[in-house]
């Protein structure tokens, strides 16, 4: 049987037309599976009024396989907005006053895992290559193995990964971070996510560090390394190109009257520092003020875990503080602060990032941010707009041509806005070049197939070595 890869994700995005879904993790995984043989496994998105599980939905569209299960109301909560969203996130976001800990919850999380890694089993072949992603399936190696599996299982975690002593902060921790020693190689968006993961490995009862980045855990063998995610670059940048003659486009520039536009695109979350850029945004306009009815600012913001308290309370937040700055600063011909809550594709975004002078991406922390990424990919070279970007995004990394800010200190955001707003052309092409160069060069296809290598190497098998190489070589095909 041919070798096949086996994603496994909380999120699938099965092409049925359903609702649109936000963040990074979709789009990395849709590549990573895109010209490959293979599975993708994870929730519907749907949750059924009854406890009981009901069976998997399998689509086939024409070599791949998308198999999904609802969640039940209870499961929902416990494992999704419960102990997912509620204590992982916040805690490896940095942000561990603000986890939620039951041991409800994280039973309801481990009991999914298992409901999930339960209904897998059934498809999985010997041959079959597995990778899973994101901090909601930390445990599903460990219950694969359980159940048998003696399969290469690689993970990514798109989000950062705190130092030990943060992880260690989460109550159970072994049964969670603790159970990616039972994959055979973790990747992490950085090197200092690595290097992190790495610490808390060897600190595991039972570790004995082999080389950097190489542990074993009671004959278990597992690597931890860092692959940067990355984008279509390519592709992003001919549908920059495409969509800036769209209506929404065209309507939004008409509506500016010339005025430069500066332009925010997030999920409505706390690690995306929203509050602070607002914040940001009402010292720029009180600080230089011949700038004020000549530059409009728009925050596209999707809502999204509307269950969640502190989501709901970050809503609240936003809308107020936007208020609070139209109210000051604005004038009857001039509102300062244009706040959507509405989602986009990702083609129609590229349009609005190329028609911004300016690209506000400033998180408290994030894992990458590919919002960065594709604002760089989405410009026109010969008039390149300025990214301004946050020194906690993974992607500060590697865009050294952005213009790079401290979220928490609203003066100097300011005056990075004040800086792009008035960057001379030459400085603003050459800045791009080289972050566009290299976004062209470490693209997504690389991204998925330097990760898929690593894991082949891990084992030293020739078998599975062989099995790679044929997905490669059918990717390609
Ligand atoms: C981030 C996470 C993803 C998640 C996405 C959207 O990008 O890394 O795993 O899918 O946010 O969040 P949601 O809770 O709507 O899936």
Redesign the pocket.
Known sequence: MAPRLILV???VNVPDGGPRQ?????VAVNAALKQREGVWFGWSGKVSDDDELSPPHVTERRRRTFITIDLSKTDFQEYYNGFA?RVLWPALHYRVDLAEFTSVDLGGYQRVNGHFADALSKFIAPEDVIWVH?Y?LLPMAQELRKRGHNNPIGFFL??PCPPPDVLKALPHHEETVGALSYCDLVGLQTEQDADNLSRYFSGLPGAIQRAPGLFEFDRRRVRVRAFPVAIATAVYARAARNSVKSPLVEDLRQSLHGNRLILGVD?LDYSKGIPNRMQALGKFLEKFPAWRGKVTFLQVTPK??VEVPEYIAMDEEVSTLVGKINGRYGDPGWTPIRYINKSYSRASLAGLYRSADIGLVTPLRD?MNLVAKEYVAAQDPENPGVLILSQFAGAAHELDGAIIVNPYEPEAVAAAIEQALEMPIEERRERQQGMFEHLATNDIDLWAETFLNALGETREQPRLLQSLRQLFASARG
């Open positions: 994700s909380n999120r936000a963040g990074g993790l979709t969203n994101d909601h798109h989000i999920r999204s875990r894992g």
